[in-house]
C-alpha cells in the first residue's frame, strides 16, 4: 500500500514528462488543457500541475472550478457544487456563524442558487 512499482513510477514520471513538454510547447493535452496560463505559476509549482482548466467566465467560474477538480465538470457539475456548499451553509449554521461572523448572511445569499439559475450572465437568468 503507498508503494508503486519502478516501473509504473518511471512510466509515470515520463508521461508527466511529456505533458509538460506539451504545454511548454503551447500545444493541448490529452485532458484537453493548456498552459496558457502556465506562466502565472511560480516555476517551482509547474512539474506538479496535472492541468490548467479555462472554465466559462459566467459567475459561476468558482464553482465551475471545483467541479472539474472533482470530475463532476458536465453540464451541471457547477450547480451541484453550488448547492451542495450552501446544503452545508444551513445545515450547520451555528458552525458557520461563528467561522464567517458578521459575513455569514453575505456568503449564504452569495452561494445561494434558485433552481433555474443558468448562470449571472444567462439570458434565462
Known amino acids: ?14 508521461k508527466k514528462v511529456k505533458v509538460l513538454q506539451m504545454r511548454r510547447a503551447g500545444r493541448r493535452t490529452q485532458s484537453g488543457s493548456n498552459m496558457a ?21 459566467d459567475g459561476n467560474c468558482g464553482y ?19 448547492r451542495r456548499m450552501y446544503d452545508e451553509i444551513i445545515g450547520y449554521e451555528d458552525l458557520w456563524r461563528e467561522v464567517l461572523g458578521s459575513s455569514f ?7 445561494h442558487c434558485p433552481e433555474k439559475q443558468e448562470g449571472h450572465l444567462s439570458k434565462n437568468g
Open 1 to 14: 500500500m503507498g508503494f508503486e512499482s519502478s516501473h509504473s513510477t518511471k512510466a509515470s514520471r515520463q
Open 64 to 82: 465551475r472550478c471545483i467541479a472539474s477538480g472533482l470530475r463532476l465538470a458536465d453540464v451541471d457539475g457547477w450547480r451541484i457544487v453550488r
Open 37 to 57: 496560463y502556465g506562466h502565472c505559476l511560480e516555476p517551482g509549482w509547474l512539474p506538479h500541475v496535472e492541468a490548467i482548466i479555462d472554465v466559462v467566465s
Open 105 to 111: 448572511e453575505t456568503v449564504k445569499n452569495a452561494v
